[in-house]
Nanobody, 111 residues
Framework: EVKLVESGGGLVQPGGSLTLSCAAS????????RGWVRQAPGKGLEWVSNADSRGRVTYADSVKGRFTISTDIAKNTLYLQMNSLKPEDTAVYYCQSSGTRGQGTQVTVSS
């Protein structure tokens, strides 16, 4: 069974940092495109970042320079390092790969 499980969300003050993790089972991230999307309250899904099958990364303009996507192939885990967080980054964050999306983890940026 292909499964993705996100963790690491929480409440953080503006300007703070969080690192999200996405553990995969049933397949390997190696050679697979993978990425992150988010959904803010009352809004649709927004693409955040992606790493293609060769590991080349891209970012939405809204997070470029603040977020970093990375993969630990040995742990089969995808990460999203988020710095300089803003209230508008508040959303449920989902990882996705191989046609599967995780259950999401809530990130709330508020003072």
């Amino acid at each position: 069974e292909v499964k993705l499980v996100e963790s690491g969300g929480g409440l953080v003050q503006p300007g703070g940092s969080l690192t999200l993790s996405c553990a995969a089972s049933g397949f390997t991230f190696s050679g697979a495109a993978r990425g992150w999307v988010r959904q803010a309250p009352g809004k649709g899904l927004e693409w955040v970042s992606n790493a293609d099958s060769r590991g080349r990364v891209t970012y939405a303009d809204s997070v470029k320079g603040r977020f970093t996507i990375s993969t630990d192939i040995a742990k089969n885990t995808l990460y999203l390092q988020m710095n300089s967080l803003k209230p508008e980054d508040t959303a449920v964050y989902y990882c996705q790969s191989s046609g599967t999306r995780g259950q999401g983890t809530q990130v709330t940026v508020s003072s």
